[in-house]
């Protein structure tokens, strides 16, 4: 498949499916933080290990922030990212709420598309297969003491991914949690941080052994008013009318989602963010109002649900079917990505 100098890279053999999150390129971007010196000795280095102190104060106190974006692979042989200056304002805004020093929006950018062209034989080819892009900074200090760390790494992976849909846009079925809270107001929601996703594991290890693939939360206060699912931002038709959980600092604010509300609305359809209650959902699923159901997020774009579970409650949406709104979201939001359709927004960056 290719010419792999780097016995550390994992690639599949002829056949083999890419998966996610499997296999890695030959590269990886580093660059360190120390206090008094800043952020320096930027580099792209073969993959492989790290090494770190066992006291490293990412270990024991988790203070470390990660992005995820892709790098798509053009019709005209180019290689192109979507919205890249997102990921660096959203990873600035977690470095702020985790104490972890800020990376200058177009130094993270310039990062990403250096190591993104140094491995672009990376980028798959075949239809809907991209590089997933992974940036991270985790925190070195070896201290043991609850406290900001005065050392940082900076780090870029890269990984081929294979189509998210093998055999067409699927829906799936979520499980509404009522029992587990993942964030709160005041609290880390809306930074990109594991510990948030550490603490999902629990509800979604539940809902998978009840046949459900994700969890969607409620508010960590009055634990009724919907907020996202583990991996996606969620959205509801209801009445012919676009309804998205409004971010209030527990939310994640997806760049998918960003961009699916500007889109959705250049559709045509009225699209509101504001607090919906999971009564309000049930009601609406009841009456029939709840016409269509999908989350947004990087590695599937667009999620379409067939089936919610609230309780002791199941509630089919669209015959378990993809709606319309879902499919002509996914079509206008991939086409722009892979260069299919025009791009109006000025989303798509060539790597260069």
């Known amino acids: 498949m290719l010419n792999i100098k780097n016995s550390a890279v994992k690639m599949p053999k002829s056949g083999d499916k890419l998966g996610f999150g499997s296999y890695f390129s030959e590269h990886m ?13 930027a580099r792209i280095v073969p993959f492989g290990d790290i090494t770190l102190s066992p006291a490293a104060m990412v270990l ?40 972890i020093p800020k990376i200058p929006e177009e130094d993270f950018v310039q990062a990403v598309k250096a190591v993104v062209d140094v491995d672009r034989e990376y980028v798959p080819r075949d239809p809907g297969t991209t590089l997933y892009i992974r940036p991270f900074i985790i925190a070195t200090d070896g201290f043991l003491g609850v406290n900001v760390s ?4 900076f780090i870029i992976l890269l990984s081929p991914s294979g189509a998210y849909y093998e055999s067409g846009l699927a829906p799936v079925g979520i499980w509404i949690e009522d029992e587990y809270v993942r964030s709160v107001r005041g609290g880390m929601g809306y930074a990109k941080t594991g ?5 999902s594991l629990i509800a979604q290890e539940k809902a ?5 693939s994700q969890v969607l939360w409620l ?54 963010e ?26 599937a774009v667009i999620s379409p649900v067939g089936k919610l579970r609230y309780k002791d409650e199941v509630m089919d949406i669209g015959g378990g079917k993809t709606g319309e709104a879902s499919q002509k979201l996914y079509d206008t939001m991939t086409g722009i990505q892979w260069g299919v359709l025009p791009d109006p927004y000025g989303w798509r960056v060539e790597v260069k």
């Open 29 to 41: 971007f580093i660059m360190n933080y120390d206090e008094g010196t800043g952020w320096h000795d």
């Open 60 to 99: 024991h106190y988790g203070q470390e922030i990660f992005e995820g974006l892709k790098a798509y692979a053009g019709d005209d042989d180019k290689v192109y990212l979507f919205r890249p200056e997102k990921n660096a304002q959203r990873l600035n805004s977690s470095c702020e709420r985790l104490i």
């Open 150 to 153: 005065k050392s940082y790494m």
């Open 195 to 199: 510990g948030n996703y550490a603490a």
């Open 208 to 212: 998978h052994h009840d046949g459900y």
């Open 219 to 272: 508010d960590g206060v009055e634990r009724k008013y919907i907020e996202e699912v583990g991996s996606m931002n969620i959205f509801f038709k209801i009445s012919g009318k676009i309804i998205t959980p409004e971010l209030n600092g527990s939310i994640l604010p997806g760049i998918t989602r960003d961009s699916a509300i500007t889109v959705l609305g250049d559709m045509g359809y009225e699209v509101q």
């Open 274 to 299: 504001r607090k919906i209650s999971v009564e309000e959902l049930v009601e609406a699923a009841r009456s029939g109002k709840l016409e269509e159901c999908f989350g947004t997020g990087t590695a």
